[in-house]
């Protein structure tokens, strides 16, 4: 997350640097709000990091735009200009709190000049400017959400909620321990947060109550159907008595070759990087002669193809392509957990080409995912393959301590900074702990069922 913040600071100096603009420079609120109205009264065409707010209710409403631009055609209490807010975003399209950031800035440009600018902008990360038009749906969720803050200001404190996304968040294990030390439904796996409040309603508020209530007397809960609170019933008795859950019998196909595929993508740069595979069924290596391998003593290998730079991800997709191609017709099963390596196999073939050989190796596919959740209930809060490999009932370990996803990011963004060989290694060592943990889970199934 510091290497985020680093990165969109630098992403921002390299965009204004080439800019003529009026810098407000103080960084007391009230002074640097007085220099900007100055500037806004004398029509300074493009203002940067100018200080915009204003007062109602009680409240201060307060905003800095990285840029505040100039624009002609509508009359101001200013002139006959206006002012339009602009950020500078490290993403390539604008995301929902980018949008509803610009459109408090627009609210309370209105107040200052009379005039709502509702065509706002990011530039984003290869320097171009992304328009957004904002209307009345967009102000209505804006001001929803400043409602809930300027609630939870005033201590109306919200219903726990976890989702896997909060484990970025530093607040993550303050949050979890508020809802272990009540007990709380929010740490329910796949319990919607947006049935809690009817649950709670109707007197389910803790694990203990979920796993004793009668679904045959709840009336509709809203985003939770029968089928899904028998789960969620069955969830909460696992995480009281620690213990599994078997719900069905996992189908896995047999198949003398078994592939076990994960894939590396920066979401920042927009560029799948490392696509890993560990091969098992192959003792003679017939498939090991195009790409990057590591040998096992074992017959088995690791096989990946990798992008050093963003530029090279389209060379590294042919690569995979021809790798395909060396595959047999019929007789392997390829292994993932999650929908995401279907999902950038399917976009890397719209950008770059796709093949026969292609669409038979994802017909092979089967999601791990999916065969647990309609397998087995584990006594955890989250169902990640870090969460169930790491679990004492499989005890798999990652080479690299701090090894995950968001980690896996960071080291490709140092890597090119720095060009470390280490580092990139580092990379190689995660991918290949992540398709042999996706190897031991499915062998775990297999021997469990």
């Known amino acids: 997350m510091e290497k985020l913040l680093e990165q969109g600071v630098l992403h921002e100096e390299e965009y204004v640097k080439d800019l003529k603009f009026v810098e407000v420079e103080e960084k007391r609120p009230e002074s640097a709000f007085t220099h ?27 905003g800095r735009p990285d840029l505040l631009e100039r624009r002609i055609g509508k009359t101001s209490q200013f002139g006959d200009f206006y ?22 800035y627009a609210k309370i440009l209105e107040e200052l000049q009379g005039v709502f600018p509702d065509e706002v902008s990011i530039i984003n990360r290869n320097h171009e400017r992304v328009q957004f038009s904002i209307e009345e749906k967009h ?23 976890l989702s896997s996304s909060c484990k970025s968040s530093p607040w993550y294990s303050q949050c979890v321990k508020e809802a ?5 439904i929010a740490l329910l796996y796949r319990l919607d947060s947006r049935a809690h409040e009817r649950l709670r309603e109707n007197g389910v508020n803790t694990v203990e109550e979920a796993a004793e209530m009668n679904i045959d007397t709840l009336p509709k809960i809203p985003y939770a159907s029968p089928q899904t609170l028998q789960r969620v019933k069955l969830q909460a008795q696992s995480l009281l008595s620690g213990e599994l859950k078997w719900v069905g019998s996992p189908e896995l196909p047999e198949a ?48 990946y193809f990798l992008a050093e730079q963003p530029e090279d991800e389209r060379e590294m997709w042919h690569d995979f392509l021809k790798w395909l191609d060396t595959l047999p017709q019929e007789g392997y099963a390829v292994w993932h957990y999650n929908k995401y390596e279907r999902v950038q196999c399917e976009k890397l073939a719209k950008l770059y080409g796709d093949s026969n050989s292609l669409w038979r190796f994802m017909s092979n596919f089967v999601d791990l995912e999916i065969v647990v959740r309609d397998s087995i209930i584990f006594p955890l809060y989250f169902y990640s393959i870090k969460d169930i490999a790491k679990s004492k009932f499989l005890n798999f370990k990652w080479r690299h301590a701090k090894a995950g996803g968001a980690q896996s990011i960071f080291w490709y963004e140092e890597w090119l900074e ?3 060989r280490n580092i990139l290694n580092d990379i190689v060592n995660y991918n290949e702990d992540d398709v042999r943990a996706t190897e031991f889970l499915k062998d775990w199934l297999v021997d469990n069922c």
């Open 256 to 303: 003398p070759l078994n592939i076990y595929f994960d894939i590396e993508g920066d979401p920042l740069l927009d560029v799948q990087y490392l696509w890993g595979f560990w091969v098992a069924g192959d003792p003679d290596g017939k498939y090991a002669n195009i790409g990057h391998v590591r040998k096992q003593d074992d017959g088995k290998y690791f096989v």
């Open 418 to 420: 720095k060009k470390d």
């Open 83 to 104: 002012y339009v807010p602009c950020d500078i975003k490290s993403s390539s399209d604008i995301k929902k709190e980018q949008w509803m950031q610009l459109t408090l």
């Open 36 to 62: 900007t109205i100055e500037l806004m009264k004398e029509g300074a065409e493009l203002i940067y990091q100018g200080e915009i707010q204003y007062e109602a209710d009680g409240v201060i409403y307060r």
């Open 180 to 184: 272990e030390d009540v007990n709380d």
């Open 139 to 161: 102000r209505i969720k804006t001001f929803d959400r400043v409602d809930t803050v300027l609630r939870v200001l005033k201590g109306d404190k919200p219903p726990l909620k």
